[in-house]
């Protein structure tokens, strides 16, 4: 027992704040590797610390001292027992861990297509059935119109409608997308609902634009519209519905022993992959829709918008499902 | 061994108010560095603009979490911390994890699912949070305050019963142990009157905790109660 405390605090603060001084700058040199004496040094004072928090733990003190200590011992924990590597930037890891995560969890970007596909179908039989529901389906305004007015006046113009704003709508578009990819991810925490609506609703507007345009006879503008840049934008929001389906699946936790908070640890870097992946295949997709994607006959062929597409798609799929196989 | 104390909905609050006028801040000075792009082509600068507000915007809170350690300039300012729910070393993926999650926590406006979940949760969680399995701490720094100079004294005769004097310490929480120290620091900045009322107030709040023998508290002015119960507090004699 410690008879007397303020002696005791007195004999003991030199290590608390030479402890504190040696976290602190592990906090401000995150890449600074500790010589082994130093962390021989840092385990001394972890253990010295921590008997010193016991010992005032079995006598009463002042409940703020011991709040510091505590709070001392904790962050010297955390750097102590992290038995997990620390991520560093490694090209291949970054290159191969996002195929990797995408094929461990098949079973949920099925599921992600098969909503989609749900959706497709149904914005699909709506429009065929019922032509005046354009208007509440159809999200953007350029798309309520004819596709043979459409056609006819991208086909006809004369001049470049996106010149000097290529690169900003670009932008736009690549934000838009990758906030369309986390909301759909995030909506995972809805135990997976949200994602669900959200991918329905995204394949109700593509089954509506596909039936609209192949019901006038323009299914070869519409897929040298779509493909070049759709055939990356689409799957990157597949994948966004994929990690919603993870996020659920770890929430509800079928099936399982493992508790909630395990089976979220487990699922967070394949998480991670998958947007990460993701987003960069937006940023791509936003390019080519700005500068490729709105050039029509007979600035490009639609031919080769076609070939485009369908390249991008055996290199995407090439990808995902072959990239890191071991 | 050790606990953590965590941080309110409110601090967070405070902390995340601080985070959106550093984000603002940021995109103003970026949206000037845009404007000199705009010599070249007012089309790069607009697309550098947009890009950047949205990047700033999402990438802030993760590269200052993962380079401070669980910290970003208004956790700094208000001393919290993100933790890894064991205490161990927060990963990459925890972080990025639980930034991006805001965008269900913000919903539907002024992060009510975020704020409402972290009222709720067990371990005053955000949706995001309890997905990357993280906590936000407050981190505890002990001013120790000078005793001798704010409450002297030339006896206590609350140590004369060493083991009621050892149960208060051991009851009395860091706030109350503050507010006597703001009390005895600030008295002579209220009206006697009042000065009275409190340190009534104060002193009843330690005898409530510990019940001293009369002999020990015999012709203690309430004031001098506290003064006496700080000076037990910090282990003063």
């Known amino acids: 027992m410690i008879v007397d405390i303020p002696r005791f605090v007195a004999a003991e603060r030199p290590y608390w704040d030479e402890l504190r001084a040696l976290l602190d700058r592990m906090d401000s040199e995150p890449e600074t590797r500790l010589a082994l004496p130093q962390i021989q040094r840092l385990h001394y004072l972890y253990e010295r610390c921590s008997a010193g928090l016991a010992r005032l733990d079995t006598f009463s003190t002042d409940p703020a001292l011991r709040g510091q200590l505590e709070t001392l011992v904790s962050r010297a924990y955390s750097e102590i027992h992290e038995t997990r590597e620390p991520k560093k930037i490694r090209w291949k890891a970054i290159l191969f861990g996002f195929p990797r995560a995408f094929r461990r969890h098949l079973g949920a970007f099925r599921l992600s297509v098969g909503i989609t596909l749900l959706g497709c179908a149904f914005g699909w039989f709506a429009i065929r059935m019922d032509p005046h529901s354009k208007a509440v389906l159809m999200p953007f305004q350029g798309l309520l119109n004819s596709p043979a007015e459409r056609v006819h006046q991208e086909e006809t113009a004369s001049k470049d409608r996106l010149s000097g704003a290529k690169a900003s709508f670009s ?69 966004g519905g994929q990690g919603g389906f993870i996020l659920a699946g770890a929430l509800i936790g079928w099936g399982g022993r493992s508790t909630r908070p395990e089976r979220l640890r487990a699922i967070a870097p394949d998480l991670f992959a998958i947007v990460a992946g993701a987003a960069v295949m937006l940023v791509w997709a936003g390019m080519v829709e700005a500068f490729i994607s709105q050039y029509h006959k007979p600035v490009i062929p639609y031919g080769l918008k076609i070939a485009f597409g369908v390249c991008e798609l055996v290199a995407l799929s090439a990808y995902l499902g072959w990239a890191g196989r071991e | 061994m050790f606990a953590f104390e965590l941080a309110t909905p409110v601090t967070r609050a405070l902390a995340w108010s601080v985070d959106t006028a550093a984000i603002i801040v940021a995109n103003i000075i970026f949206g000037q560095i845009a404007k000199l792009a705009a010599a070249m082509s007012a089309d790069l600068a607009n697309a550098m603009s947009v890009a950047g507000f949205f990047v700033i915007s999402v990438v802030y809170a993760i590269v200052l979490e993962w380079r401070w350690r669980g910290q970003t300039i208004g956790k700094r300012l208000f001393g919290l911390r993100v933790m890894d729910i064991h205490g161990l070393r927060l990963q990459f993926p925890q972080i990025a994890l639980r930034n991006l999650l805001r965008v269900v926590d913000m919903l539907p406006f002024f992060y009510l699912v975020g704020g409402v979940t972290a009222i709720f949760s067990r371990n005053a969680q955000r949706l995001g949070d309890m997905a990357a399995n993280t906590i936000v701490t407050r981190e505890r720094k002990a001013d120790i305050p000078d005793i001798e100079r704010i409450a002297p004294a030339k006896y206590n005769s609350l140590l004369s019963q060493p083991h009621l004097a050892a149960r208060l310490r051991g009851l009395v929480t860091p706030e109350g142990a503050a507010l006597a120290v703001r009390a005895i620091t600030l008295r002579d900045s209220y009206d006697p009157p009042a000065r009275v009322v409190l340190f009534r107030e104060l002193a009843a709040y330690f005898r409530r905790l510990v019940e001293f023998p009369e002999e020990s508290t015999e012709n203690l002015t309430d004031e001098q109660y506290v003064r006496c119960v700080l000076r037990v507090i910090y282990g003063v004699r």
Do not use: K
């Open chain 1, 171 to 239: 932008a736009q578009l690549m934000t838009h997308n990758i906030q369309v990819t986390v909301v759909t991810l995030a909506m995972g925490m809805t135990f997976g609902v949200g994602t669900l609506i959200l991918l329905f609703y995204n394949g109700v507007i593509l089954g509506a634009v596909a039936a609209d345009y192949i019901a006038a006879g323009f299914g070869t503008f519409l897929t040298g519209w779509l493909l070049p840049h759709g055939s990356v934008e689409i799957p990157a929001i597949l994948l």
